[in-house]
């Protein structure tokens, strides 16, 4: 493990030529492990733990399996507080690296749930923190999308879940709509169409005539409206100068219509799929 000399120590004149060529190469060594000091190199993890020397490492799976996990990453060559990125060596080769195995080198995960290293462009930040590793930035290659958490879910416009998710096949999910709320989120609904009741009423507007007078029952006479009951305004109808007004009003009682359901009806739609990440 590469360490700095302690503040001072160099510039001590009590320094002999040895320990100051010592002192350099403990700093040169130390830079190394910083981030770009060193290119990346590969460690194969061996009973669920590696054993970094620097910054960047690839993961390979033991014995070049398909999966394996990663439960521990000893802390023998690097410092507390040093900095550690890795990544997997192939899209067949899966590490999952596992969350709070417990002991020296474990690795805490932010959500608190493994993360899987899928492809070569999936990248975990690590940092030493006393006896542990603690998650500090995880990054997908640039197909997929960023997330992990328990229930996160996206609606895609494909056919298949893209590397790193899956789909959701949930029969329950099936001819669903999205409804946006406010408040606490309810599911539930049907396609079957009830409940719609349309009321009307029929009116006819109110008619006004006006006549020189009054005709007698049998008596054709121009310019007269003939009532064929005697002489005289109909009863009900309300007399003015030189004619007749009627009333205004409505006829015919309200009518309810309803609409019967069809359980295949669909509004027109563009199927998507759910897809939540593999970690």
Excluded: C
């Amino acid at each position: 493990m590469a360490t700095l000399p302690a503040a001072g120590y160099i510039s001590n004149n009590a320094r002999s030529e040895g320990e100051i060529k010592v002192a350099l190469e403990d700093i040169r060594n130390f830079i190394a492990q910083q981030p770009g000091g060193s290119g990346e190199t590969t460690l194969t993890i061996s009973a669920g733990s590696i054993t970094p020397t620097q910054f960047a490492h690839q993961v390979d799976t033991e014995g070049s399996g398909s999966t394996d996990d990663l439960t521990h990453i000893a802390q023998t060559n690097l410092p507390n507080g040093s900095l550690l990125l890795i990544r997997n060596v192939a899209a067949g080769r899966t590490v999952v690296v596992k969350h709070q195995a417990g002991g020296t080198g474990q690795i805490v995960l932010k959500d608190a749930a493994d993360f899987s290293l899928l492809d070569p462009a999936d990248y975990l930040l690590l940092k030493r923190q006393s006896t542990q590793w603690e998650e500090l930035q995880r990054f997908r290659r640039a197909d997929a999308f960023p997330g992990g958490s328990s229930g996160f879910r996206l609606l895609l416009d494909r056919d298949s879940a893209p590397v790193g998710w899956t789909r959701d096949t949930d029969a329950a999910l099936n001819d669903r709509m999205v409804r946006i709320v406010t408040g606490t989120r309810t599911h539930g609904g049907s396609w079957t169409i009830g409940g719609l009741t349309m009321a009307h009423t029929h009116s006819i507007p109110g008619l006004s005539v006006s006549r020189d007078g009054w005709g007698t029952a049998g008596t054709d006479v121009a310019g007269r409206l003939l009532t064929n009951m005697g002489s005289g305004p109909p009863s009900g109808s309300t007399t003015a100068a030189n004619g007749i007004t009627t009333g205004s009003g409505t006829s015919g009682a309200a009518s309810t219509s309803t609409v019967a359901s069809d359980g295949t009806w669909r509004p027109l739609h563009r199927d998507l799929i759910t897809v939540y990440p593999a970690n």
